[in-house]
């Protein structure tokens, strides 16, 4: 798996950069649970932990890491047959602000190779 981000991932601290990493690490691992039962990640559907929020074709996903409510903005695509993870956005949700879906949906009309061909691999394993 190799995870690729922007700009705003290499801003961020180095605590929210090793949670971001964490979330996507936990992520991958459950969709390739799917994966190992045949289930392609288009056709994961009913599962709020991997596509809790859908936006063009990015999806949300929530995830609690190192103490921060963390919402990411991701696409999933595999690249010769490496899996790779996009992160287009990030936030860290505090209390009952949802002012990160409006980020969110800036995206809806971008292709994920276009936000990949402009990132850096961030992490690799």
């Given at each position: 798996?190799?995870?690729?981000?922007?700009?705003?991932?290499?801003?961020?601290?180095?605590d929210l950069q090793k949670a971001l990493v964490g979330a996507s690490t936990s992520l991958y691992e459950?969709?390739?649970?799917?994966?190992?039962?045949?289930?392609?990640?288009?056709?994961?559907?009913?599962?709020?932990?991997?596509?809790?929020?859908?936006?063009g074709r990015f999806y949300?996903?929530?995830?609690?890491?190192?103490n921060m409510q963390i919402r990411m903005l991701y696409a999933y695509i595999v690249?010769?047959?490496t899996a790779v993870i996009i992160i287009a956005d990030f936030a860290v949700k505090k209390k009952n602000n949802k002012e990160y879906i409006k980020s969110f949906d800036s995206v809806n009309s971008i292709d994920p190779i276009t936000i990949y061909n402009a990132s850096t691999c961030v992490y690799s394993c």
């Open positions: 798996m190799e995870l690729y981000a922007g700009k705003s991932y290499l801003r961020a601290s180095k459950r969709i390739q649970s799917y994966e190992n039962q045949n289930i392609p990640f288009d056709n994961i559907y009913n599962d709020d932990k991997v596509k809790y929020d859908k936006h949300t996903y929530k995830a609690h890491k190192q690249m010769d047959g």
